[in-house]
């Protein structure tokens, strides 16, 4: 539901349904990290990267403190290789000017990347209209998503909000 900001906490792990003491455990958790004291406040500004492997559980909430300026962003969900793991949170800014191909996500932070619990790479695409961008890929499938713009894939135009699955490459 909707904290006391107006935005939405989430709950995530992998986790059976709590019992009776296990929920009141958790409403005093609830209780402790509503406390000013235990807030951590993150700003997502354009060409930044969060990841946040939620493992064996975490407490968290999204919103957007602007009245007047609306967030626009890509939210991917990925599983993880493995259950259990432990709780983290990485973020990375990357430039939003030029054109070119960034790695942003990878199993081993290649390249400056933000790390993934999961044999998957991510990456951005910054062309002019015209231009081409070219990425190798480590299989043969990939997934490919228009944030802005206009991409031609064979005979297929795909525009803002688009996706793609890529098969067989």
């Known amino acids: 539901g909707r904290d006391a900001d107006g935005g ?10 709590l019992t009776g003491p296990q929920q009141e455990a958790m409403a005093l958790i609830e209780e402790i990290a509503n406390d000013p004291a235990f807030h951590v406040a993150r700003d997502f500004r354009p060409g930044d990267v969060q990841r946040m492997s939620a493992g064996t559980g975490v407490f968290h909430s999204e919103f957007n403190p602007s009245k007047t300026h609306p967030v626009r962003l890509l939210q991917i969900w ?26 942003l996500v990878s199993p081993s932070g290649d390249s400056g990347s933000v790390r993934v ?4 790479s991510l990456y951005r695409a910054v062309v002019s209209r015209g ?4 990425v190798k890929l480590a299989r043969p499938y990939g997934y ?7 991409l031609k894939i064979g005979d ?10 890529i098969t067989g490459v």
């Open 117 to 120: 619990h999961q044999d998957v």
């Open 78 to 103: 990925i599983m993880p290789e493995r259950k259990g793991l432990t709780p983290e949170y990485e973020q990375k800014s990357f430039p939003v000017s030029g054109t070119g191909v960034t790695l």
């Open 131 to 134: 231009e081409r961008a070219t």
């Open 144 to 150: 490919v998503q228009v944030t802005a713009g206009e």
């Open 156 to 165: 297929k135009t795909l525009t803002d909000g688009d996706g793609a699955e």
């Open 8 to 17: 939405f906490r989430f709950t995530h792990a992998d986790a059976p349904r």
